[in-house]
């Protein structure tokens, strides 16, 4: 089981239950719980500890799964925002629509 993480995902009808294979990357919604709040003794007790930096061996990594990955073009988007509603009886017709409207735009 040390493999997989098991997460509730949120579907217009309830909940779904999915399973991935570790390393995976969760997000979780605002529809958790209320955020906490740091406080200001905290925040100050935290900026004086070091930081630790961790390697490979540390993590007790084995190398030879370890794959490379390199990022191109990173670029920050300084264009004009724009907002559009996409239109569609159901939430896979407004899918649908979306990925036509991309399409048509040249984003994908």
């Known amino acids: 089981m040390d493999d997989y993480v098991i997460v509730e995902k949120l579907c217009d009808d309830g909940y779904e239950v999915v399973k991935a294979k570790m ?3 969760v997000t979780v919604s605002s ?3 209320e955020l ?3 406080s200001f003794r905290s925040l ?3 900026s004086k500890k ?3 930096i961790f390697n490979a061996v540390d993590l007790e990594l084995d190398l030879q799964k370890l794959t490379h990955r390199t990022i191109f073009n990173l670029v920050a988007f300084h264009g004009e925002r724009q ?3 996409i239109e569609g009886e159901s939430s896979q017709e ?3 629509n ?3 409207w991309m399409k048509k735009e040249g984003l994908i």
Do not use: D, M, S, W
Request: proline share 8%; net charge positive.
């Open 31 to 33: 529809e958790l719980g």
């Open 50 to 52: 070091p930081i630790q």
């Open 83 to 85: 907002c559009r509603f």
């Open 23 to 25: 390393p995976a990357l």
């Open 98 to 100: 979306l990925a036509i």
């Open 44 to 46: 100050q007790a935290v």
């Open 36 to 38: 906490r709040y740091t």
């Open 94 to 96: 407004k899918g649908e």
